[in-house]
């Protein structure tokens, strides 16, 4: 069995320029882990990229000119961001759809640190609030490649298996357990953070409409929702209380076989006085 343990932060600003029909950077890679490196970063970065957070800073000054006791001012200062990939490969054939072939487990994590800064209106003493916290958000997530061949072409790994990925800060918080989504092409409605086959993804028709549903979310909690915007960017959603349920409506990409990510954080914000927690999820989609 051979192991490797890449720590890589030069390549962060790299892979986030990357398409799915991006062309390799080099046209032979040097080592098989070489290789099943950029099948996941570079070939599926709209898959493999973990990023949850949103660092746009609100408008303060119009909060301090009309500030609002019930809807406070939250954003994120990342500081540091650390990057971190295991790559096994081990010496057993598995089966596959081209007959035994060998296969490699990759485990990737990125944490994001920084503070979380807080702006509040205290109604009572007639008194802006400032709070700033410490925070190490941390992600993850799975990936399985199989060498299919010998090609020059990244040496004839491809990504077979890939999991959603999983977020956690200050041991985790309380995240909605009926979290679901609604949809005409599909009968299921629950998403899937377990390693899937690709083909197992679920799938979305072009431009669809999706109804996402919640409820277990204390009011004074901050989500972030990440939703689809213009097929290849993402915008921050607002969800809205209808009949005792958060729903979210969502316009699914209009590119065929584009992959992408719906991503749920939910962080204690309205505890003031209590350190940071958070608990965050990112479910794979395709498009049809």
């Given at each position: 069995m051979r192991k490797i343990i890449w720590i890589f932060l030069a390549l962060a600003g790299l892979l986030l320029s990357c398409d799915e029909d991006s062309n390799p950077i080099d046209s032979v890679e040097a080592t098989d882990e070489e290789a099943i490196f950029n099948v996941i970063m570079l070939d599926h970065p709209r898959l493999s990229v973990l990023d949850i957070l949103s660092t746009d800073i609100p408008d303060t000054l119009t909060f301090t000119e009309t500030p609002d006791a019930a809807n406070p001012l939250y954003w994120h200062v990342v500081d540091t961001t650390y990057e971190s990939i295991t790559i096994t490969i081990s010496?057993?054939?598995?089966?596959?759809?081209?007959?035994?072939?060998?296969?490699?487990?990759?485990?990737?994590?990125e944490t994001y640190e920084g503070t979380f800064e807080i702006l509040a209106y205290n109604s009572s003493a007639d008194s802006l609030e400032r709070y700033s916290k410490e925070f190490s958000l941390a992600g993850s997530r799975n990936v399985y490649c199989q060498k299919w061949g010998t090609s020059s072409q990244r040496r004839g790994w491809v990504l077979t298996s890939i999991s959603g990925a999983s977020f956690t800060a200050g041991g985790g918080y309380n995240f909605p357990d009926d979290l679901y989504y609604h949809c005409q092409s599909n009968d299921d409605s629950?998403?899937?953070?377990?390693?899937?086959?690709?083909?197992?993804?679920?799938?979305f028709d072009a431009e669809e409409q999706l109804t996402l549903t919640y409820n277990d979310i204390s009011s004074t909690d901050?989500?972030?929702?990440?939703?689809?915007?213009?097929?290849?960017?993402?915008?921050?959603?607002?969800?809205?209380?209808?009949?005792?349920?958060?729903?979210?409506?969502?316009?699914?990409?209009?590119?065929?076989?584009?992959?992408?990510?719906?991503?749920?954080l939910v962080i204690n914000a309205g505890q003031y006085s209590q350190n940071y927690k958070a608990t965050g999820h990112s479910y794979n989609y395709r498009i049809r």
């Amino acid at each position: 069995m051979r192991k490797i343990i890449w720590i890589f932060l030069a390549l962060a600003g790299l892979l986030l320029s990357c398409d799915e029909d991006s062309n390799p950077i080099d046209s032979v890679e040097a080592t098989d882990e070489e290789a099943i490196f950029n099948v996941i970063m570079l070939d599926h970065p709209r898959l493999s990229v973990l990023d949850i957070l949103s660092t746009d800073i609100p408008d303060t000054l119009t909060f301090t000119e009309t500030p609002d006791a019930a809807n406070p001012l939250y954003w994120h200062v990342v500081d540091t961001t650390y990057e971190s990939i295991t790559i096994t490969i081990s010496n057993t054939q598995v089966d596959s759809p081209v007959g035994l072939v060998y296969q490699s487990y990759a485990h990737y994590t990125e944490t994001y640190e920084g503070t979380f800064e807080i702006l509040a209106y205290n109604s009572s003493a007639d008194s802006l609030e400032r709070y700033s916290k410490e925070f190490s958000l941390a992600g993850s997530r799975n990936v399985y490649c199989q060498k299919w061949g010998t090609s020059s072409q990244r040496r004839g790994w491809v990504l077979t298996s890939i999991s959603g990925a999983s977020f956690t800060a200050g041991g985790g918080y309380n995240f909605p357990d009926d979290l679901y989504y609604h949809c005409q092409s599909n009968d299921d409605s629950a998403f899937v953070i377990s390693t899937q086959e690709t083909d197992d993804i679920v799938r979305f028709d072009a431009e669809e409409q999706l109804t996402l549903t919640y409820n277990d979310i204390s009011s004074t909690d901050l989500v972030y929702i990440f939703v689809p915007d213009e097929n290849y960017s993402y915008i921050l959603a607002t969800p809205e209380l209808v009949d005792g349920s958060y729903q979210v409506q969502i316009t699914m990409p209009s590119v065929s076989r584009l992959w992408g990510q719906l991503r749920f954080l939910v962080i204690n914000a309205g505890q003031y006085s209590q350190n940071y927690k958070a608990t965050g999820h990112s479910y794979n989609y395709r498009i049809r």
